[in-house]
């Protein structure tokens, strides 16, 4: 039986993709839109990754004891959510107009003041990850900088784009891109931010040029760009240390050339053994310990506040599982673990939560590829929206009320950098033409 549920599992994620695709070659949806990052999220780390539990029985370090029976339950959730997000995307169509009321940065009109826009976002990122100390307020200014990173390489993607053939350009393209990427792992464990800058080079070449052709004629550069920032999220998988959460970019470079990509790379495809952990809250919600309920949205709503001046703030549930799994004499670490988003609505009241959780996502994601689709001709208001995209990629595996308020936090912040960045292109192209 636990075969036959992650068999359902796999054709859960195979429709997924089918979707996503049908979309794109119909031109509903753009290839790369939000709310297809956010199901490949899903599939990573909701389907796939329980699937793979079900079918090897091999549950890592979580003591599943009712595989079966939790796995129908899991099913059931999995499914209901996917329903209720796809009816809450495609049916919220107030969303559209509430999209055509927001002012997102113009289009920059000169390729020389994209180069220059693309050095000062790339200067920002380095003040506010690097300079920036300032308490109560540095972690805010360092998923900014994440962001400004992410526009950084994604601007100067965007113009190589359009002329490949530029070996200056080119040049100029990898050296932003990497020192992008090497101010968004300063001090960082997560991938997400590596992803964030990784992804809005792909989007960058995808608006820029791929957009604008067939879809056969663009899977070649499509495969070869993602698997680039695959080998590169490989090694820095393979080379995290639990022990070691604030590591610089050259130790982190460092220790990179000595990992074994393969181990990282299988660390990715297992989702992070997120679907077992999901697993586990299912069973000992609310039997073991009581429901957290609803503490994914209160969680988005106090994450900013420090912990030092909201002394009795409750601690994420990714925090919490080692804890509780070590009382079953188990040692996961000192490190927080993802629950899944089932397994969060499964700690945080059943049912109930799931579905408020499927319909709020569900139009977030419909307004944002709202944004998306009205704005895609504008670089600044493209990235804007991509500047957070690990997280809106992480929100699926948890823990989903932190890098819900990082996804948000950094797309608003960058909006309002990329507005005045935007006016002040504006003004000097102004006189040239």
């Avoid at 380095?126 to 540095?138: G, Q, S, W």
């Avoid at 509780?324 to 927080?336: E, H, S, T």
């Avoid at 307004?367 to 991509?386: E, N, R």
Wanted: hydrophobic share 55%; with cysteine; proline share 6%.
């Amino acid at each position: 039986m636990a075969y036959v549920i992650a068999i359902y599992l796999v054709c859960l994620a195979l429709l997924l993709m089918l979707y996503i695709w049908l979309q794109y070659r119909s031109r509903r949806r753009d290839l790369l839109c939000l709310r297809n990052i956010f199901l490949v999220g899903f599939i990573l780390f909701q389907l796939t990754s329980p699937a793979l539990s079900l079918w090897l029985m091999n549950f890592g370090k979580m003591p599943v004891m009712y595989p079966v029976k939790t796995g129908i339950i899991y099913s059931i959730m999995a499914t209901l959510f996917l329903i209720l997000f796809m009816v809450a995307y495609h049916k919220c169509n107030f969303l559209t107009k509430w999209a055509h009321k927001v002012k997102m940065p113009a289009p920059v009109p000169d390729n020389f003041l994209l180069a220059m826009l693309s050095l000062m976002f790339l200067a920002t990122s380095a003040l506010l990850c690097l300079v920036v100390k300032i308490p109560y307020v540095f972690f805010l200014s360092v998923m900014l900088g994440v962001g400004c990173a992410g526009i950084a390489a994604g601007l100067i993607s965007w113009l190589w784009a359009r002329r490949p053939w530029n070996l200056p350009l080119l040049v100029l393209t990898i050296i932003i891109v990497l020192v992008a990427m090497a101010l968004s792992v300063t001090g960082a464990f997560g991938r997400r931010p590596l992803v964030t800058v990784a992804m809005a080079v792909l989007v960058a070449c995808y608006f820029a040029n791929w957009r604008y052709r067939p879809p056969h004629k663009i899977m070649i550069q499509f495969i070869v760009i993602s698997l680039l920032g695959t080998v590169v999220l490989s090694y820095y998988t393979a080379a995290r240390d639990p022990g070691e959460h604030k590591r610089s970019a050259m130790q982190h470079f460092q220790a990179m050339m000595t990992a074994n990509p393969t181990k990282g790379l299988l660390d990715l495809m297992a989702g992070q053994n997120t679907g077992s952990n999901s697993f586990w809250l299912i069973e000992n919600f609310p039997k073991q310990h009581p429901y957290r309920w609803f503490m994914t949205v209160r969680g988005v709503i106090e994450y900013p506040i420090p912990r030092n001046l909201y002394t009795s703030k409750p601690e994420g549930l990714g925090i919490l599982i080692p804890t509780y799994i070590r009382q079953y004499g188990v040692a996961l670490g000192q490190f927080n673990v993802g629950p899944g988003i089932i397994g969060h609505a499964a700690a945080e009241g059943g049912f109930p939560p799931l579905i408020v959780y499927a319909l709020l996502y569900g139009m977030l994601l419909r307004f944002l590829d709202d944004l998306l689709a009205i704005h895609s001709g504008s670089v600044l208001a493209v990235l804007v929206l991509f500047s957070a995209a690990g997280q809106t990629l992480a929100v699926p595996r948890g823990e989903s009320s932190s890098f819900t308020f990082i996804w948000l936090f950094t797309v608003v912040s960058t909006w309002v950098v990329a507005r005045l960045y935007g006016n002040m292109a504006r003004l000097f192209a102004a006189p040239a033409s």
